[in-house]
């Protein structure tokens, strides 16, 4: 999921302010009716048992389906950086090779959407976010990050969230380079959230101290996602 925009545009203002009557702009309205009204299972993980692999009100599939705000920004990789700042002691900006210069990082996790389909067992090759971290220095007031995207989307995670083990940018699946349409040439990857945590299209990771809400955040969604909870909505 994730038009690019200035980095203050509110979201509205990226997704046809000016035409509520655009493809986009429905696309967003209908999405935001379902995640309000859609029913909730109730269910959730017994805290003194080991947690499910399924999350309540999810199901299997087999299969990648693709979902996004109906933008696909076309990102060479030779035009492609990631801007790392905010409330950091080293702001950085890296193209392409700069990215490959860094270490390699791989992890098998599952995917939980909040449309209810989960997939298990997806490799990932990329950089872990642990590694950015640890280059940033985030400063003592920075408690979360803002994730922006190469066609406006916008999430938000707390700085822990984001630090977690196995979360990272990626760059494969499966051993393939990601797809442009799968969010590539780099996506975040947080698995024990939600996937539209894991911003596609990935282009600025900005430390804040403030928890600033994301583009689904402010549209209905819960702003922290965990799937075994079912923070679908707020």
């Not at 493809?23 to 309205?29: D, G, I, M, Q």
């Not at 791989?106 to 389909?117: E, G, L």
């Not at 990601?178 to 299209?201: D, M």
Request: charged letters at 20%; one cysteine or more; hydrophobic letters at 40%.
């Amino acid at each position: 999921m994730a038009t690019d925009s200035p980095d203050d545009t509110p979201p509205d203002a990226a997704l046809g302010a000016n035409d509520r009557n655009t493809p986009e702009s429905k696309l967003v309205a209908t999405k935001r009716a379902w995640a309000l009204s859609r029913l909730l299972t109730g269910g959730q993980a017994d805290p003194l048992a080991s947690r499910p692999r399924l999350p309540p009100g999810q199901r299997l599939v087999t299969n990648w389906p693709v979902l996004d705000l109906g933008i696909l920004p076309e990102v060479d990789i030779h035009d492609w950086t990631l801007t790392v700042d905010g409330l950091v002691d080293h702001p950085f900006t890296w193209r392409w090779a700069d990215f490959q210069d860094q270490p390699a990082f791989s992890d098998t996790s599952d995917i939980h959407c909040v449309t209810s389909w989960s997939r298990y067992d997806n490799h990932w090759r990329g950089v872990s976010a642990g590694h950015i971290v640890a280059l940033a220095r985030p400063q003592a007031d920075a408690a979360h990050v803002l994730l922006h995207s190469y066609d406006g989307y916008t999430t938000n995670l707390s700085l822990a969230a984001f630090s977690a083990a196995d979360v990272l940018l990626a760059t494969t699946w499966q051993g393939e380079p990601l797809t442009r349409e799968h969010g590539g040439p780099v996506r975040l990857v947080v698995p024990q959230a939600y996937f539209w945590k894991s911003a596609k299209w990935i282009r600025r990771i900005q430390f804040v101290n403030d928890d600033t809400p994301g583009f689904w955040e402010v549209r209905g969604y819960h702003n922290e996602g965990d799937p075994w909870t079912e923070q679908r909505y707020g």
